[in-house]
């Protein structure tokens, strides 16, 4: 990676890590035992795996929600109860197979993974094809979703009452992490692996700066839409696996609640634009776990369980302002203002301007990545 | 100090990270003159202009307005203290009333007089001879009279000096003529007008300075009269003009060895254009011709598939092809840059790099990306090759002057290693160095063996490297044109209907 480009990625990432630098150092304030970490039969336990666990499924959406909002310049409404639907599916094809044992569990979720793509296909399209508005076309599911979820259950809360599924929501026997943990960073190895093996960044960044222009260039813009849409149903099919494991029951009401607005607010937080054009998944991923972070800071502050919402948004507003091109355009002149006064006196040529940029702020940024 | 300077600029310096875009440049306006602003892409031209209106903090240097020093913080500002800006692309609303624009965002009242105001509006019209009715929708009028009416919006807010960001771009001769007449009245009232164009000739038409400038440097304060327009390019360029005069036309092969690299017949569109055959031989040079709308680009895209094709055989190289979509004429070998840059060539985000590999990477699939390595060895090449002024393959290209973005779409068709090339406006909006090299290129990649049609709204240009013009109006072919002693006067005829 060559230093502009690093430079260019650092900018973007540092508000996500100042922020979790920032609610990091409230937390050791509160208490200098924030990072210790105690063994419960054999896994690990504490504020840090808590926090990697509790965002697990929020982490997953995020991926997908970049790469939608990237192409499509707009926002899966639907992904929570895409989700819903899917893990319903998932658990009666499990209790409908008979026995448990890991391949029932592997084909159930093979089986939810591809209605999640049908969901994605079936948003996808009318957003390609149709040209739907984004957020107007996954309202349709929004809205209908959790009907569907509850009568693919056809009865209240289905149990999923095993040792193997208890252990892909808990711990698996032997291993030191918890297993959502471990889903969680195969899944996002796995994307890894496939952005750097597939074009799509490039294409999903063409099409969302100039659909025009990228078709021009031999791309199909609805394809790459559509391919973005499928890739988030897979996405929620994951989400909604891991968040019905954790929980060993089905609840369609609850599962996924209120999801998918903070899987938008990660991408943003992640420096994203909602957009659309170039994007950073890790900003996204970050974003997540900020946000899980910043709940479980709430709550460690003692603040009460009804009132955290509000505080939330507080936060996330002054995050959001701060993150503001009006704000930065300001701090930017600041900048500029005390660099020339340190420079004053010194000719202004570009290794002066160099080295005030090596001195800019946003340096601290690159040693904490 | 002058006192009949209305503007006066002294050592104006303006630093962006690793560019110094102006450099202690110097600019005085008088009062009723018209001052030309030249230079290349690049030049520093609209920095000083943005400077000048308060969108760019100076780094250094003093303004004054008519001996008062200013120290604008805001365009707001600027236009308060009657400096008057007029841009290439026209900000107005094309959907309310003329008058409205003229007044739109100005009144101190919360609700609008409107007797008023278009009585105010047809007041100015008149006086201007603009010829619109102030309750006419904006959008039913002709470019030339929008043109107009921004300036009447800029000279109602009581302006001094008046700047016209390249404002005879988008019109045709006629209009331009309307526009001329509209600056000379308004000299005679006495506001300074600054002019920034490409085309030297309207210069000459009605400039009386002429201020140079280079790299962000200033080359010289002349008067128009005593400045020979070559002296003017060389000025410019920073080299003497031998260049231009040496372009040599390419000779396509004799008859008996050519090869139909693309030929299609009864080709049509569903953006309107008739059917018509068309064909292009290898190594050589044609063009589309005809007045904007007379279905030019139209043909060109039509070729590319850039509009949905409704009909025609295709073949290539002798062989019968199907061609529906862009990507399958990359496949046949076929390049096309696209006469609108911004809107449909460059991807404004996205690194040089990537605009440059696009198509290629597009061709050669979605699951085979190049490594970076290979990217960069291919940006880097022509990033070399064709000179493009960037500060590093990872800029994003929107942060290039248009010549430099135009070189970049040229390297993007330039790496599939085209056999056909189509070049739609190559030349449009970007300085005569740039162009000059373009011209080159065409040149170049025809003796190599590459087929180009290009197109141009400067007839010149066409003539000189074209071997072939296919002559277009109203959306047909009404005639073609070969031969080594093209003329202007031919073409004009053939459009004009006299047939060849």
Redo the contacts between chains.
């Keep these: 990676m060559s230093i502009a480009k690093a430079k260019a990625q650092g900018t973007q990432l540092f508000l996500p890590l100042s922020v979790l630098a920032i609610l990091i150092v409230i937390n050791l304030i509160k208490g200098a035992d924030y990072f210790s970490m105690s063994v419960i039969n054999g896994a690990l336990y504490g504020n840090i795996p808590n926090i990697l666990f509790g965002a697990s499924e929020l982490v997953i959406l995020a991926i997908g929600m970049t790469l939608v909002s990237a192409s499509s310049r707009g926002q899966d409404i639907s992904v929570g109860v895409a989700g819903a639907i899917t893990s319903a599916v998932f658990v009666q094809v499990l209790l409908n197979s008979g026995n448990i044992t890991w391949l029932t569990i592997g084909l159930s979720f093979l089986v939810s993974c591809a209605v999640g793509i049908a969901i994605g296909a079936f948003n996808g399209s009318l957003v390609a094809i149709f040209k739907v508005q984004p957020m107007v076309a996954t309202l349709i599911l929004f809205t209908a979703g959790r009907s569907i979820a509850f009568m693919i259950d056809g009865k209240l809360s289905p149990v999923l009452a095993n040792d193997l599924t208890s252990q892909l929501g808990g711990v698996i026997p032997g291993v030191p992490i918890q297993t959502p943990i471990i889903l969680t960073v195969l899944f996002i190895a796995v994307v890894a692996l496939f952005i750097k093996t597939t074009n799509l960044k490039l294409y999903a960044e063409s099409v969302g700066i100039n659909e025009k222009a990228a078709r021009l260039n031999g791309i199909d813009p609805a394809k790459i839409k559509f391919l973005t849409y499928m890739i988030l149903g897979l996405c929620s099919a994951v989400a909604g696996f891991i968040a019905v494991t954790k929980a060993g029951r089905h609840d369609s009401v609850n599962i996924l609640k209120f999801v998918e607005m903070d899987a938008i607010l990660a991408v943003a937080i992640g420096g994203n634009a909602l957009s659309g054009g170039t994007f950073s998944i890790a900003g996204s991923i970050i974003g997540a776990y900020t946000i899980e972070v910043l709940s479980r800071t709430l709550l460690r502050l003692e603040v009460g369980t009804e009132t955290i919402k509000a505080f939330k948004a507080a936060f996330i507003i002054v995050l959001m302002i701060i993150a503001s091109p009006v704000v930065r355009a300001y701090a930017a002149k600041a900048l500029r203002w005390v660099r020339s006064r340190m420079h004053e006196g010194i000719v202004l040529d570009t290794g002066a301007l160099e080295a005030a940029a090596a001195s800019n702020p946003n340096a601290p940024a690159k040693k904490e990545e | 100090m002058r006192s009949e300077n209305v503007l006066e600029m002294q050592g104006i ?1 303006k ?1 962006f ?2 560019v ?1 875009a102006l450099q202690n440049v110097d600019f005085a306006l008088r009062k009723g003159e018209i001052h030309a602003l030249m230079g290349e892409n690049g030049a520093g031209k609209s920095t000083l202009v943005k400077v000048m209106t308060g969108v760019y903090e100076k ?1 250094a240097g003093h303004i004054a307005i008519e001996g008062k020093p200013v120290h604008f913080k805001s365009p707001q500002e600027a236009q308060n203290s009657g400096i008057g800006t007029v841009y290439q692309e026209i900000t107005l609303c094309p959907n309310l009333t003329v008058a409205e624009n003229m007044f739109i965002g100005r009144g101190r009242y919360a609700f609008v007089q409107w007797k008023q105001m278009n009585a105010r509006a047809t007041k100015l019209l008149q006086s201007l001879g603009i010829p619109v009715r102030p309750t006419q929708e904006l959008a039913s009028c002709s470019l030339a009279v929008q043109q107009m009416i921004a300036i009447a919006r800029a000279i109602d807010m009581d302006c001094k000096i008046l700047i016209l960001d390249e404002p005879t771009s988008s019109l045709d001769e006629d209009e331009v003529n309307k526009l001329f007449a509209l600056m000379r009245e308004l000299k005679s009232r006495g506001v300074g007008i600054i002019f920034i164009t490409h085309f030297l000739d309207q210069v000459y038409e009605i400039s009386d300075r002429i201020t140079v400038l280079r790299n962000g440097e200033l080359i010289g304060e002349y008067e128009a009269s005593s400045l020979p327009q070559f002296e003017l390019i060389s000025k410019m360029m920073g080299k003497a003009l031998s260049d231009v005069a040496t372009i040599k036309k390419h000779e396509p092969p004799a008859t008996g060895q050519r090869v139909a690299v693309y030929e299609a017949a009864a080709l049509s569109s569903d953006a309107g254009v008739r059917p018509f055959d068309f064909s292009i031989q290898k190594g050589e040079v044609n063009g589309f011709i005809g007045l904007l709308g007379s279905g030019r680009s139209e043909s060109a895209r039509a070729i ?1 598939a ?1 509009d949905k094709p409704t009909g025609g055989d295709i073949k290539m190289n002798g062989t019968s092809v199907k061609i529906r ?3 399958h004429a ?1 496949k046949q070998g076929i390049g ?1 840059l ?1 006469e609108d840059r911004k ?8 690194s040089v790099r ?1 605009n440059i590999i ?2 290629l ?3 050669k ?5 190049f490594s ?1 390595k290979q990217a960069e060895a291919f940006s880097n090449q022509f990033i070399q090759s064709l000179n493009i002024k960037t500060p ?1 393959a ?2 994003p290209i929107k942060a290039l002057s248009g010549g430099n973005q135009q070189k970049v779409i040229l390297a ?1 068709w330039l790496l599939t290693k085209p056999e056909y090339l189509i070049l739609d406006e190559p030349t449009r909006g970007i300085d005569i160095g740039t162009k000059v090299e373009i011209q080159k290129l065409v040149l170049k990649l025809a003796e190599d063996g590459v087929s180009v049609t290009f197109i141009s709204s400067e007839i010149e240009e066409m003539l000189r490297t074209c071997s072939r013009l296919i002559v277009m109006k109203d959306r047909q072919i009404v005639g073609e044109l070969s031969g080594m002693n093209l003329t202007q006067s031919d073409v004009m005829h053939v459009i004009a209907g006299g047939g060849v």
């Design positions: 310096c630093a990270p690793g110094k780094d590319f850039a979509a862009p990507l990359m096309y696209p809107g449909d060539g460059i991807i404004a985000e996205l990537d696009l198509a990477q597009v061709m699939g979605f699951f085979k990306p970076r590093s990872n800029t993007r």
